[in-house]
């Protein structure tokens, strides 16, 4: 018995060094990660909520009534913009950017004068719409797929 193990763990250490076991085919598996976007829309060229639509996401619009600066860095930086950009936001400059490239990205429709006039009068409740419609859509467009390939 003592020497019956013995080959059995010669042949098993062979196996795990030289990666040719006998009487078996070797077969070389590449995995190969693939990144699938898919674009859904939501409601065509409308947000997906409302101005005034706090009770839609209680997280955003706690964020932005106790911290608030908190909520815009976290929302450009979702975007895809440099976090700190809601910082130097003076005339409300980054603010109708951002709202004019979201538009421009989800496809809804507006104009500049509108963003500024939303932007003037509802500063908070427009950021937080902002924070919403990019949570929605990002979570509504992100998924991976992984593949395998396997070659004889």
């Not at 059995?8 to 250490?13: C, G, I, L, R």
């Not at 939501?42 to 005034?52: A, E, K, P």
């Amino acid at each position: 018995m003592y020497r019956k193990i013995k080959v059995e763990a010669v042949a098993a250490a062979r196996w795990r060094f030289s990666f040719e076991p006998p009487n078996t085919t070797v077969m070389a598996v590449q995995q190969q990660v693939v990144s699938v976007t898919t674009h859904t829309t939501h409601s065509s060229g409308t947000w997906t909520t409302g101005l005034c639509d706090c009770c839609s996401d209680m997280g955003t619009c706690c964020c932005g009534l106790w911290c608030f600066p908190c909520l815009q860095c976290q929302a450009v930086s979702q975007f895809g913009w440099c976090f700190c950009l809601p910082l130097l936001d003076c005339c409300l400059t980054v603010s109708c950017c951002l709202r004019s490239k979201m538009r421009e990205r989800y496809g809804i429709h507006g104009s500049c004068c509108d963003d500024c006039c939303t932007l003037c009068f509802c500063y908070p409740c427009a950021w937080c719409q902002m924070s919403r419609e990019i949570k929605i859509r990002a979570h509504a467009t992100s998924s991976t797929v992984v593949t395998q390939q396997v070659r004889a």
